[in-house]
């Protein structure tokens, strides 16, 4: 299963310094089978490709699927009966970056548990894994709580908390990412349809949306430069958290 998500993506601050911004980006829902499209692969360069190193486990050293699978075998979640996908910017020729992507279990069609793989511009890389302690599935008005621990913007300190609401259908996917911290913070969105991947459908992206993360990364990038500009409070690199994963507070299983 390869699905193409032509979304957009919101964010607004919270607090004194005001700033927004709304752009499109690509991605791809895929359960990582062998894709299809002739202009997409899988391991190996293409105009968009999907490279398992990328995803699920250390930045740089992943271990795909495999990695998340035994991530949840190890919390007791029942892996037999879940499909596992990956929400995720494909590559696009030479160029990578991926502010964030997510690990998804469904049961029956809905999600149960899901990691928020996000990745900051200085190298590092925490995964946030969200689901009820129950595992029962995870409505579009619950709130997944978790403890921010990983520098992210240069511009928010490392603290406060996230709060995920997260909607996935057979039509469309759409999350909602709050980052609080007393009166400051970031809302960010991500959501657009489902629609099976074409090559037609990566053509049309890589004419109307080029780059790909590269894009996304002059993006970020310009974001910064126009806080900057507004005399934003600036903070040095951070160090990179102890643990690569952590658990949300609707989850009461030991971490890792």
């Known amino acids: ?150 520098h992210v913007s240069p511009f928010q300190t490392v603290a406060g908390r996230y709060h995920f609401n997260f909607d996935l259908n057979e039509r469309a996917v759409d999350i909602r990412i709050s980052y609080e911290n007393g009166d400051q913070g970031v809302l960010a969105t991500l959501s657009g349809p489902r629609r099976p991947a074409t090559s037609g459908s990566f053509m049309r992206a890589g004419l109307r949306r080029p780059f790909g993360g590269a894009r996304t990364l002059v993006l970020i990038h310009w974001q910064a430069m126009i806080l900057y500009l507004k005399r934003a409070p600036f903070l040095k690199k951070q160090p990179a958290p102890a643990a690569l994963i952590s658990e949300s507070e609707n989850l009461r299983v030991p971490g890792e």
């Open 1 to 150: 299963m390869l699905d193409h998500v032509a979304a957009h993506t919101f964010h607004v601050r919270r607090g004194t310094m005001k700033n927004a911004f709304r752009y499109s980006v690509d991605y791809v829902l895929t359960d990582l089978d062998e894709a299809k499209p002739w202009l997409f692969s899988r391991n190996r360069f293409n105009l968009w490709s999907l490279w398992d190193r990328r995803h699920g486990g250390p930045r740089g050293e992943g271990r795909g699927v495999a990695w998340f699978r035994e991530l949840l075998e190890a919390r007791g979640f029942p892996v037999a009966r879940a499909q596992l996908l990956l929400l995720t910017q494909p590559s696009f020729l030479w160029f990578h970056f991926n502010p964030v992507s997510f690990w998804i279990a469904l049961i029956d069609g809905k999600p149960c548990a899901f990691v928020a793989e996000v990745n900051n511009t200085f190298g590092h890389r925490h995964c946030y894994l969200c689901a009820h302690e129950d595992f029962r599935p995870i409505a579009r008005s619950d709130r997944m709580v978790a403890k921010k621990l990983m």
